[in-house]
């Protein structure tokens, strides 16, 4: 078949060709190997869910790809949006550099701002729509829309036998997060009672390579490098858009958080997931430690210039005993508490306010 398009041409070295939805067409995947040989036009191919769709694709393009995840808007990407320019972000950035205190008044608008971000997150059709008419409940309509969409797909194109276990993983993650701090790790036993990874590890996987969810792997000690301590047996996992997850847990919990009035588990819920989205966006893997023992929980680890740099997510201003035992290690040279306060910086522990994650 040949495709006509009216007044169109075709300038090698001046064209690009741009192939959306491309999963649904395994032919047109494979093409983009003879595509790239013929070098005529820049080819551009954008699909959803082509981390677990493959089927009807003769033969992948290995080589003649390079990949790149899009995510949702970012927190800095949604201030965009919301008219931010980027001189505003650039001069948030350099007090983030010279770890300098934020103007007071500033701070606090940041602050209700990252709050705007929990309750409506980086989906651009949500976005979009908030910006033109900052009306809450027309992007809690859109938000419920995408989640009815996401259940479309996993009945869609998960294995006919997996179905209604991603689904139902899928669902818990709401409750599985707002869980005590100390204990969100992923349970299949609050999916169902009495099994474990055997029926349901193939399920969260699939949440994860369809990038509807990020998995945050425990370390069995916080040691450079952080991938050698991995037990990938034991995860939390995070809704990739914290918007989305805000709209699981109801309209009332996204005005609770817009007023600043949330309490309890879900309030530490949703902002350790923002901060995880944060990190997941920077290009970080996301890791945690948990030693019940000592006792030490730390909700993030992650890696800088070769060394291991803790991130503890605070829900109020209280104190840090697990960052703190962290620091007077000699081979962790500072660490972070995400707060709702602004900069500050004692010893090791240099305390940031929420919004500045997008900076790590």
């Not at 041409?9 to 790239?36: W, Y």
């Not at 008419?133 to 859109?142: L, S, T």
């Not at 050698?228 to 939390?236: E, G, M, N």
Request: charged share 25%.
């Amino acid at each position: 078949m040949t495709l006509v398009v009216r007044d169109v041409r075709f300038v090698p070295g001046r064209t690009l060709v741009f192939l959306d939805e491309i999963q649904k067409c395994g032919a047109a995947r494979t093409a983009l190997k003879f595509l790239a040989e013929d070098g005529r036009y820049d080819i551009v191919a954008s699909g959803s869910l082509l981390g677990i769709q493959q089927n009807g694709v003769a033969s992948i393009p290995v080589g003649y790809e390079e990949t790149a995840v899009m995510h949702s808007l970012d927190l800095e990407e949604f201030l965009w949006a919301k008219g931010y320019s980027p001189e505003q972000i650039a001069a948030l950035r350099e007090a983030f550099v010279g770890r300098r205190k934020v103007d007071d008044f500033v701070n606090g608008k940041f602050h209700e701002e990252t709050r705007d971000y929990i309750a409506i997150g980086g989906m651009p059709e949500v976005v979009d729509a908030f910006a033109a008419h900052r009306d809450y409940g027309e992007a809690d309509e859109i938000q419920r829309r995408i989640i009815s969409d996401y259940m479309d797909d996993i009945m869609n194109y998960a294995p006919s036998a997996e179905k209604p276990k991603v689904k139902s993983c899928f669902m818990s993650m709401p409750r599985q997060l707002a869980r005590e701090s100390e204990n969100r790790k992923f349970k299949y036993s609050e999916v169902e009672k009495g099994v474990g990874a055997r029926k349901y590890g193939n399920s969260v996987k699939w949440l994860r390579d369809a990038e509807i969810a990020e998995m945050a792997y425990s370390l069995s000690a916080p040691l450079f490098p952080l991938s050698a301590y991995v037990d990938d047996s034991i995860f939390k996992l995070y809704l990739s858009d914290i918007g989305l997850l805000t709209a699981m847990y109801g309209f009332e919990v996204k005005a609770s958080v817009i007023g600043e009035t949330i309490a309890g588990t879900v309030k530490g819920a949703l902002y350790e997931n923002l901060i995880a989205s944060c990190l997941v966006r920077n290009g970080h893997p996301i890791r945690y430690i948990r030693d019940r023992h000592e006792p030490l929980e730390v909700e993030f680890l992650v890696e800088s210039d070769g060394m291991v740099v803790p991130i503890e997510v605070k829900a109020s201003n209280s104190s840090t005993a697990s960052l703190d035992r962290l620091l007077a290690r000699e081979d962790i040279a500072f660490g972070y508490k995400l707060t709702a306060g602004n900069v500050g910086v004692v010893g090791k522990k240099i305390t940031l306010p929420r919004y500045m994650a997008m900076f790590l």
